[in-house]
């Protein structure tokens, strides 16, 4: 099995006779959703039971080997004051 790199963040994975093209020009938009729902989870406005609904729902998705919790308190994830 191999990988091939193209052109615009594409990648063919070939293994024998088959191969799958994989596109991941937009992964950017993965990683800021998730820093999006970082913000919303450490606003000052959102309450635990939607804090721990994030923390289940993020566990849920992503798997058991990726520190959610780690994740959210990242600064990256901080709302930042606001200064008016």
Not at 7 to 23: A, C, F, M, P, W
Not at 34 to 45: A, E, I, K, Q, S
Not at 50 to 56: E, G, V
């Amino acid at each position: 099995m191999s990988l091939v790199t193209s052109q615009n963040s594409r990648y063919t994975l070939l293994e024998g006779s088959v191969s799958v093209k994989i596109d991941l020009s937009d992964i950017g938009l993965v990683r800021e959703s998730l820093v999006l729902v970082g913000r919303v989870y450490n606003h000052p406005d959102t309450n635990q039971h939607t804090k721990q609904f994030i923390r289940f729902e993020l566990q849920r998705l992503l798997g058991n080997e990726y520190d959610i919790k780690g994740f959210l308190n990242e600064p990256v994830c901080k709302v930042k004051p606001d200064i008016s």
